[in-house]
Nanobody, 115 residues
Framework: QVQLVESGGGLVQAGGSLRLSCAAS????????IGWYRQAPGTQRDLVAA??????IYADSVKGRFTISRDNAKNTVYLQMNSLKPEDTAVYYC??????????WGQGTQVTVSS
């Protein structure tokens, strides 16, 4: 069973940076999309950034501040978050989607941005 383990969350002041990591426990074949999502209390889980077929997409709210990347050799995907704002506070999840339409989710990592 594949597991995704996120790390890198924490408490940071507004304007600061964090880098989230999502490591897969083993090689995963047939990946179509790798994405980061976030969910603040009382809200739905929303897409933050994703890589699909070599194309990267970002939510408008994070464009120019966040960067998604992957290291295939390490089975890891990253989310570099710069110029953080209090409204970025949420639990961040990574998701891997397969060509079979199966999806793997990580357990989430808390990001808190203080003003």
């Amino acid at each position: 069973q594949v597991q995704l383990v996120e790390s890198g969350g924490g408490l940071v002041q507004a304007g600061g940076s964090l880098r989230l990591s999502c490591a897969a426990s083993q090689n995963i074949f047939g990946i179509t999309t790798i994405g980061w999502y976030r969910q603040a209390p009382g809200t739905q889980r929303d897409l933050v950034a994703a890589i699909s077929s070599g194309t990267t997409i970002y939510a408008d709210s994070v464009k120019g501040r966040f960067t998604i990347s992957r290291d295939n050799a390490k089975n890891t995907v990253y989310l570099q978050m710069n110029s953080l704002k209090p409204e970025d506070t949420a639990v961040y999840y990574c998701k891997i989607s397969l060509i079979t339409q199966y999806e793997y989710w990580g357990q989430g990592t808390q990001v808190t941005v203080s003003s």
